[in-house]
């Protein structure tokens, strides 16, 4: 009867710490914060290959950590960016126009990667929505980062941009 009452015991707690160890994981990619919008659920995106990065965005030598994460009061797509210094969460997305780009989610980001500190770059589109040479664009529309920024990019589609900061506000740099 003792040993029956035991292992009943030590069922319970094995079956108690499972319990705590699918919790803790679920805590990892769920999560209440404040944004935009108020409280809101957010949770890590699944739906993209690469879906972490890490740079240094605001030139204090200590890496912003990115994420595309997905809202689960909008349903819609964002990056949270957490900078290094623990001070600092932003979100852009999740159903708020980013940047005045037009777009409010960013599920069609097949690319989400870094861009370098010191890389050149241009809005190579026109008001018209015609793509543009390098040889088309002047030496002053070039932008030189000074930081790293975050590069999307439509994996099949051939559009997308970079998010910078500059002056403390994010830019967009067009990129096709």
């Known amino acids: 009867m003792k040993i029956r009452i035991l292992v009943i015991i ?3 707690f094995i079956s ?3 319990e705590i160890e699918n919790q803790s994981k679920i805590a990892k990619t769920t999560k209440k914060e404040t944004t935009d919008k108020g409280i809101d ?3 890590i995106s699944n739906k993209h ?5 890490l740079c240094d965005l605001d030139g204090d030598k200590l890496n912003e950590t990115v994420e595309i994460v997905r809202s689960t009061k909008s349903g819609k797509s964002g990056l949270r960016i957490i900078f290094g210094n623990g001070n600092r ?4 997305g999740m159903g708020n126009n980013i940047l005045e780009q ?3 989610e960013i599920d069609w980001a097949g690319i989400f990667e870094k861009a370098p500190k010191n890389g050149i770059y241009w809005n190579n589109v026109n008001d018209d929505g015609e793509i543009l040479t390098e040889g088309e664009i002047k030496e002053t529309d070039k932008i030189k980062l000074l930081n790293d920024g975050i590069f ?3 994996e099949e589609s051939c ?8 002056d403390g506000k994010y830019k967009w740099i067009q990129q096709e």
């Open 41 to 43: 659920t957010i949770t």
């Open 89 to 92: 969460i932003d979100y852009l």
């Open 152 to 154: 999307l990019h439509a």
């Open 10 to 12: 030590v069922l319970v």
């Open 49 to 53: 290959k690469i879906n972490k990065i």
């Open 102 to 104: 037009g777009f409010d």
């Open 16 to 18: 108690c710490k499972k």
């Open 159 to 166: 559009g997308g941009g970079i998010i910078y900061l500059k």
